[in-house]
C-alpha cells in the first residue's frame, strides 16, 4: 500500500518467527508481506466483528477472572492490569502502512476486547497465518492464486496491455498437478 493522506503508517511487535512465516507465505501467493497482513487483519477483524457479542463476553470474563483473582490473593488493583501487554522476548518490530478505515476498526476491536492493539494485531496475524497454511498444505491457495493469475492475464490481454511471459517461466503460482 502506498502511503497517502487516508493511510497510517504502524510498528508492531511480531514474534520472528511469524514474520518469517508470513515472509514465506507471501513469497508463495506473489504477494508483499504487507498485502498478506492486511488481508490477515481485514479478514481477522471481520470474524471478530460478526462474533461480537461472543467477543464481547469472552473480555468481560476475563476481566471478571482477573478481578475475582485479585480478590482471592488479596491484592486489590485495577482491572486494566489486564490490558498491560509485554513484548515477548524474540519479537522484532513490524512495519505495517494500512487505511485509517482498518487502524479504526483495529483500534475499535481492542477497546472491545481490552487488549492493545499490538497484542490484538499479533493474535490475529497468527491465527490467520495458521489458517492460510492450513489452506496452502491442500493447495486451496495455489489454486486462488492460480485463478488470480489467469484472470490478470485476461483483463490484460482484452486491454490490449502486454503479459509478464517471464513470470509464468520463473514459476509463478500453479495448482496443485498443473506445473
Known sequence: MMK???????????DEEIQRRLRAM?????????????????????????????????????????KIRNKISGTESDVKAIEVWEKPEKTKTMTLYMGNDL??????????????KNRLIANLLTVG????????RIGIIQVAAFGRDLRE???????????????????????????
Open 4 to 14: 497517502t493522506e487516508n493511510s497510517r503508517t504502524i510498528t508492531v511487535y511480531v
Open 103 to 116: 487502524f479504526v476498526r483495529l483500534r475499535k476491536m481492542a477497546a472491545i476486547t481490552g487488549v492493545n
Open 129 to 136: 497465518l495458521e489458517e492460510a497454511e492450513a489452506l496452502n
Open 153 to 179: 492475464k485476461i483483463r490484460k490481454r482484452i486491454a490490449g496491455e502486454p503479459i509478464d511471459e517471464e513470470r509464468d517461466r520463473a514459476g509463478g503460482p500453479r495448482p496443485p498437478g498443473l506445473g
Open 26 to 66: 507471501a513469497k508463495t501467493i506473489g504477494i508483499s508481506r504487507n498485502r498478506l497482513a492486511l488481508n490477515i487483519l481485514i479478514i481477522g477483524l471481520d470474524e471478530a466483528e460478526f462474533l461480537k457479542p461472543v467477543v464481547k463476553l469472552v473480555a468481560l470474563a476475563t476481566r471478571l477472572k482477573e
